[in-house]
């Protein structure tokens, strides 16, 4: 019979520091419009069902702060700052954790501080539990009609399988999830120094 194989380790380079290496950079390109694009680090979780948890919550918080039913997007879509283009999600890799925002916007700096102030209100006021309820229903049914893709299937349990986790859990954690660990990932996650933005203006700005 044929031996087993010793694990591979795996190098994912030293730990990332939780500030982030520039707060704001821009360039210009041949874009019709300014485009946003903003990250915020946060700590990544262990592995596991923790992970899972964590990808779970933070994708949460990202619909309660900045989703197409939360207070904020309607407040920046009727002022003009945002479009339809705009988003805000949960990502993760082996090593570091982040939340991505980006989109087409004429105030850049404005949406940013508008995320930012909206994340330090809902961690220190907290939010309604029935706004909260009807977003993690919301987001529950999303996240089985995307089982009814086979590509979907696949790429969980692939994904699963490297992460050591097993994503078919979910039903569990997320009912678990409280408004009040949504509350706590914002208070933890949401603070300038985590905060990176990137601004491509359009070539006629000159700037």
């Known amino acids: 019979p044929s031996q087993a194989k010793p694990p591979i380790p795996r190098d994912c380079g030293e730990k990332e520091p939780r500030q982030v290496f520039a707060r704001e950079n821009s ?7 300014p ?30 702060l900045a989703g197409n039913s939360s207070p904020l ?5 009727e002022k003009g700052l945002i479009n339809s283009s705009f988003y805000l999600g949960y990502m993760d890799y082996p090593g570091c954790a982040f939340l991505v925002a980006g989109g087409e916007t004429k105030d850049p700096e404005g949406v940013r501080d508008a995320i930012l102030q909206e994340g330090k209100q ?9 706004f909260f309820q009807r977003l993690k229903k ?5 996240y089985v009609r995307g089982l009814n893709s086979f590509e979907t299937l696949c790429v969980e349990q692939a994904q699963g399988y490297f992460a050591e986790q097993n994503p078919w ?18 208070r933890v996650w949401i603070k300038p120094e985590q905060t990176s933005l ?7 700005a000159g700037k």
């Open 27 to 33: 360039r210009t390109m041949a874009v019709s419009a």
């Open 35 to 64: 485009l946003l694009q903003m990250g915020i680090k946060g700590q990544p979780a262990e592995g596991g069902a923790a992970q899972l948890r964590q990808r779970l919550l933070g994708e949460l918080a990202c619909e309660a």
């Open 73 to 77: 997007y309607n407040r920046l879509y």
């Open 122 to 130: 809902i961690a220190e006021e907290g939010m309604e539990e029935a």
């Open 138 to 142: 919301a987001a529950y049914g999303a």
């Open 169 to 186: 859990t979910f039903p569990e954690i997320y009912d678990a999830l409280t408004r009040q660990d949504v509350e706590e990932f914002l």
């Open 198 to 204: 990137i601004v491509i203006w359009p070539e006629e």
